[in-house]
């Protein structure tokens, strides 16, 4: 099962216009895509424990880095030294990279494209004795998994923003049907799951 | 206080593209936006009550009748001799047309521009002893009186699909904080009660 999770805006935004390194959601109200995560940690803990506990993720090149046309080599992610997937991390790029390795079990593979970075992620998963594969973010990539039909399901995390701009969740996705699995809200987020309908 | 209920695709389309006499919710999977409506009537017999009930209401050239580039005065709008409204409705619209009256107690004004129709709904509904004015839709209204700070209340009917084009609730609206008032599910659709903060 391919899953991913995502904290958007109510207008479908799950990162600000101008990402930087200084500024990894970019500009905007974007604290209140992911204040949920800090403020409502309790009432949230399920939602936040699934988050976790893939068996390999696959992330797109700005979620890893701020992107300075090449990889400076000194970067290993914005997780310091002990990063919290515990898993084979895929990372989109067109640039190439060695895989290297950070304690806790997370390493970081370089793929150029979301077929090849799909497969070895099924086969990671797979061998480490897991049927789930995270879309880890950010939009952009979600919406190219969803796009090529990758994805089986979303769990959304809906804050109570209008952001206006940035990058938006379902761009130029097609139309897709879903089934809304289930729907919880806190006060300070609802969060929904759906099953991507094929 | 005015408020909106609106049903939308999960990315946040209300109506699909090319809207017609023929197919006034336009092209794509638009059938899934209001099946809630039908379907699923006694698990949201409030939220469906809810959308009536208002002093007065505001909506859209396009959600009062197809666009002929004038009016088609045999056109009495989508509903029928006796419409649900059962209240004053404001059109907004560049053409003139006298007002008339259907029975059940709504009547149809056109209004050249949002803050003139927002004056007279708020004088009607106040005449009518309610402090309620709905703006009724679609979305490209909504969003005009959105971006214009007139809006107190949004009631989103969130349905498990995804459009892809259309017309677009938030389109072009500015950063907006909200309040998430109250949130519920059924198997079929997902209410979200916002309130707008200033």
Known sequence: MVTTDLSISIDGFAAGPRQSAEKPFGDGK??????????????????LAGIGGAGSYIMGRNMFGPDRGSFDLSWTGWWGDTPPYGAPVFVLSHHE??????AGGTSFTFVNGI?????????????AGSDRVAIAGGATTVNQFLAAGLIDELRLHISPVVLGSGERL????????????????TSLVTHQVYRVLR
Chains 1, 2 share one sequence.
Not at 115 to 127: E, I, K, M, S, T
């Open 30 to 47: 974007v604290d209140a895509l992911i204040r949920w995560m800090f403020e409502d940690g309790e009432a949230s803990a399920a939602e």
């Open 170 to 185: 379902f761009d130029r996705v097609p139309s897709v049907d879903l089934e809304q699995v289930s729907s919880r809200a």
């Open 97 to 102: 990279r060695e895989s290297f390795e950070l």
């Open 115 to 127: 077929r090849p970075a799909f497969d070895l992620a099924v086969a990671a998963a797979q061998a």
